[in-house]
């Protein structure tokens, strides 16, 4: 711009009667418009690459940990091979104070009973609040439409934000849609105390995975066994 203003100077003090000086008028505001429109295309070009890290992120969250469930369910189908029925493998954690009190044969993360490695839960899967509540839960509950007549083994991964949840249902279903469920979280998918049929969540009847929603939390499901 300063360039500008000089030539305009020059140009007006040598040959005001030739017109130059609106041509150099017209060059200088052209060159405002580009500077414009490329600081604004540059703008919008950081949104779109800002948009798409967060969408490659939520796949790449959704796909690990679904890969994380499926590592511990090989675990599970390990340890049935070794004569270890579902309902008695624990799942005390490693941090655990009574992890190395035996029977270590039947805990799933020892390195004496299923080898499973135990990953904690990682942030970019935790909900985003001042007071994260995401966490695993390892527990047997009764699925509609899911497995024989025992109780399925399942795991659990809940209070995640809805973005997470729309992901893992789109390798699901296909589809974000989260579907609801009612009930008490704790209760259906951590505890385990609650039935999960058709009358608290109908859209998860015969469906071994799924993420659903009391309306305010949502949680992930997988059945690392069908019982």
Not at 103 to 115: A, M, R, T, V
């Given at each position: 711009?300063?360039?500008?203003?000089?030539i305009?100077?020059?140009?007006?003090?040598?040959?005001?009667a030739?017109?130059?000086i609106?041509?150099?008028?017209?060059?200088?505001?052209?060159?405002?418009?580009?500077l414009?429109?490329?600081?604004?295309?540059?703008?919008?070009?950081?949104?779109?690459?800002?948009?798409?890290?967060?969408?490659?992120?939520?796949?790449?969250?959704?796909?690990?940990?679904?890969?994380?469930?499926?590592?511990?369910?090989?675990?599970?189908?390990?340890?049935?091979?070794?004569?270890?029925?579902?309902?008695?493998?624990?799942?005390?954690l490693?941090?655990?104070?009574?992890?190395?009190?035996?029977?270590?044969?039947?805990?799933?993360?020892?390195?004496?009973?299923?080898?499973?490695?135990?990953?904690?839960?990682?942030s970019?899967?935790q909900?985003?609040?001042?007071?994260?509540?995401?966490?695993?839960?390892?527990?047997?509950?009764?699925?509609?439409?899911?497995?024989?007549?025992?109780?399925?083994?399942?795991?659990?991964l809940?209070?995640?934000?809805?973005p997470?949840?729309?992901?893992?249902?789109?390798?699901?279903?296909?589809?974000t849609?989260?579907?609801?469920?009612?009930?008490?979280?704790?209760?259906?998918?951590?505890?385990?105390?609650?039935?999960?049929?058709?009358?608290?969540?109908?859209?998860?009847?015969?469906?071994?995975?799924?993420?659903?929603?009391?309306?305010?939390?949502?949680?992930?499901?997988?059945?690392?066994?069908?019982?």
């Amino acid at each position: 711009m300063m360039k500008c203003a000089k030539i305009f100077t020059d140009e007006f003090k040598e040959d005001t009667a030739k017109g130059s000086i609106l041509f150099i008028l017209l060059i200088c505001v052209a060159l405002f418009a580009a500077l414009g429109y490329a600081v604004s295309q540059g703008f919008r070009l950081n949104l779109g690459t800002t948009d798409a890290a967060k969408t490659d992120q939520e796949k790449l969250n959704a796909t690990s940990v679904i890969d994380y469930f499926q590592h511990v369910a090989e675990g599970v189908q390990e340890m049935k091979y070794a004569n270890i029925s579902p309902a008695a493998i624990d799942f005390t954690l490693p941090d655990d104070p009574s992890f190395d009190t035996p029977p270590l044969d039947k805990k799933i993360f020892h390195p004496q009973g299923g080898n499973v490695q135990y990953t904690a839960v990682w942030s970019q899967v935790q909900e985003k609040s001042n007071t994260p509540r995401t966490q695993w839960a390892f527990f047997q509950n009764s699925i509609e439409g899911v497995g024989g007549t025992a109780s399925e083994l399942i795991a659990s991964l809940s209070y995640i934000d809805p973005p997470l949840c729309q992901e893992l249902n789109r390798n699901i279903l296909g589809s974000t849609t989260i579907p609801s469920f009612s009930g008490t979280l704790q209760d259906l998918f951590i505890d385990g105390t609650t039935l999960i049929t058709s009358g608290n969540c109908a859209a998860c009847v015969g469906k071994p995975m799924l993420c659903v929603s009391d309306g305010t939390d949502r949680v992930f499901y997988f059945v690392l066994d069908r019982g």
